[in-house]
């Protein structure tokens, strides 16, 4: 097990192999935008709980994804959110993600007794063999633990998951008009007459930057054509003002198909720096069209993530 060194604790003293030697030990890296980890993180809080008795460990190391995941307030408030009492550390500057030679979010190693790495495993799933090797490394055997997410924690529909996680800044993906773009420069835009699947658009006064797209001006809109059961965007803000925002499908209020983040009649709130769930589609699951318009100048878009 490489050193953790250069990690900030957030919630406990600093640890590393020497601390953690005779213990094992699961190290979780995470981003707290990251759907893929939230839905993950059910199951670590889970085995933490579980087998904390029989020494284990769990380390929560936040390696941020986005500029703003930076911030430790924001960290300390997704960790409270998740109801996360195990050691978590902000990773901030990659040191501890580069000595792993990690790639991923989430990703899960598994360390022995005498600190030697005897598993991993990236992204979702998996999770019966995760905790067998568990059980394994700590010599016990006995049910499974059991898990369901909530929630934004929930499972993803994956037969119905048809769209792919989209970047919103000029390195990302998807844009509908892909010669309209203007990296680095604020200029007006239009939704096209058509929007095709799997794509995005902006209309309003926007500066679309190398990770996000910032609204200039209030009543911007951004547009997306996709096929999932939810939808959800990372979203940040230039400025400490609440700013509400509507969303709809299809040209119409989302009703009972809204997220956690809307309500039925599409009203929401940008506060913070984190992903929003947009739509949580009750009935079939189709292709349709979510727009969502803020009311006023600052909203910073990062990315759209489905489940």
Not at 128 to 143: A, F
Not at 181 to 187: E, G, H, K, M, T
């Amino acid at each position: 097990m490489p050193s953790l060194a250069g990690a900030k604790w957030l919630n406990s003293e600093p640890l590393g192999p020497r601390e953690l030697r005779g213990q094992v030990v699961l190290v979780n890296f995470w981003t707290l935008t990251c759907i893929n980890w939230l839905r993950q993180a059910p199951y670590v809080r889970a085995w933490s709980q579980a087998y904390r008795d029989d020494g284990l460990v769990v380390i929560g190391m936040h390696t941020p994804e986005f500029s703003f995941e930076h911030n430790l307030d924001l960290v300390a408030q997704a960790t409270k959110e998740r109801g996360i009492d195990y050691p978590v550390a902000l990773d901030n500057d990659y040191a501890v993600w580069d000595v792993f030679t990690n790639r991923y979010w989430p990703a899960l190693y598994f360390v022995d007794r005498d600190t030697i790495i005897r598993d991993e495993h990236f992204g979702e799933g998996r999770y019966e063999t995760s905790e067998r090797v568990l059980q394994r490394l700590l010599g016990v055997e006995r049910d499974l633990v059991s898990v369901e997410g909530h929630g934004i924690e929930a499972a993803a529909d994956w037969d119905q998951l048809r769209t792919p996680e989209t970047y919103l800044g000029y390195g990302g993906n998807h844009f509908a008009v892909p010669g309209d773009r203007a990296p680095d420069q604020r200029r007006a835009y239009e939704l096209p007459e058509r929007l095709p699947s799997n794509h995005w658009a902006l209309d309003g006064e926007w500066t679309i930057a190398r990770e996000k797209a910032t609204l200039e001006r209030g009543g911007g809109t951004i547009a997306y054509r996709f096929h999932a059961r939810d939808a959800h965007l990372v979203l940040s803000s230039r400025t400490r003002d609440p700013i509400p925002y509507r969303v709809t499908l299809d040209g119409e209020a989302p009703g009972p198909s809204h997220g956690i983040d809307v309500d039925e009649d599409g009203n929401g709130t940008l506060l913070h720096g984190r992903l929003y769930q947009l739509v949580r589609t009750q009935g079939t699951v189709r292709e349709r069209t979510l727009e969502i318009t803020f009311l006023q100048p600052g909203p910073e878009a990062y990315a759209f993530t489905f489940g």
